[in-house]
T-cell receptor
Framework: KAGVTQTPRYLIKTRGQQVTLSCSPI?????VSWYQQTPGQGLQFLFEYFSETQRNKGNFPGRFSGRQFSNSRSEMNVSTLELGDSALYLCASSRTSGGQSDTQYFGPGTRLTVL | ELKVEQNPLFLSMQEGKNYTIYCNYS?????LYWYRQDPGKSLESLFV?????AVKQEGRLMASLDTKARLSTLHITAAVHDLSATYFC???????????FGTGTSLTVIP
């Protein structure tokens, strides 16, 4: 069974640009969550999508947005990039959402560098 | 806001020794997860603990959960070099897959 895949794996952007990251969940998984990992703040939840609907959102500015498609693939977009957005962005998938006891399976991440 | 604290942050131990990593969380949650992360890699699921008193073991690692104390432990028995990694605990809310991660414990096992 293929795992969670993320593209691209590495990105270099400059301040003010925007970026779109993509995540394909494990087959049959309908929940996709996004996390930001930085040395200073650790792992922080961005948002979760389930059946094309955003279920939860973390404490990030509106520049961070996402969406999920009918095939459960998800994208996240960051507009007007800032230096502090440099991070490893991890996508995680699970079968269910809310009230269940599913673990999340993480993808390899996208390393974003903002210059 | 739910807070998750781990200690120690850094752990250097000799092969063959035992040690415990602690994970405390601030609000009620009956589900706790342990992950491992190797340098430059993603997170690998180790354990899912779903109820008070739950204990899971895999090889040299054993995890337990005390929901009354809001405490989980990850015990390492007779450490080997291959266990060198960063270990994270995480708790979630019942409303969805929103994980709150601990700060991580960077473990180095010295031959």
């Amino acid at each position: 069974k293929a795992g969670v895949t993320q593209t691209p794996r590495y990105l270099i952007k400059t301040r003010g640009q925007q970026v779109t990251l993509s995540c394909s969940p494990i087959s049959g998984h309908r929940s996709v969550s996004w996390y930001q990992q930085t040395p200073g703040q650790g792992l922080q939840f961005l948002f979760e999508y389930f059946s094309e609907t955003q279920r939860n959102k973390g404490n990030f500015p509106g520049r961070f947005s996402g969406r999920q498609f009918s095939n459960s693939r998800s994208e996240m977009n960051v507009s007007t990039l800032e230096l502090g957005d440099s991070a490893l962005y991890l996508c995680a998938s699970s079968r269910t959402s809310g009230g269940q006891s599913d673990t999340q399976y993480f993808g390899p991440g996208t390393r974003l560098t903002v210059l | 806001e739910l807070k998750v604290e781990q200690n120690p942050l850094f752990l250097s131990m000799q092969e063959g020794k035992n040690y415990t990593i602690y994970c405390n969380y601030s609000t009620t949650s009956d589900r706790l997860y342990w992950y491992r992360q190797d340098p430059g890699k993603s997170l690998e699921s180790l354990f899912v603990l779903l109820s008070n008193g739950a204990v899971k073991q895999e090889g040299r690692l054993m995890a337990s959960l005390d929901t009354k104390a809001r405490l989980s432990t990850l015990h390492i028995t007779a450490a080997v070099h291959d266990l060198s990694a960063t270990y994270f605990c995480a708790v979630d809310r019942y409303t969805g897959n929103q994980f709150y991660f601990g700060t991580g414990t960077s473990l180095t096992v010295i031959p």
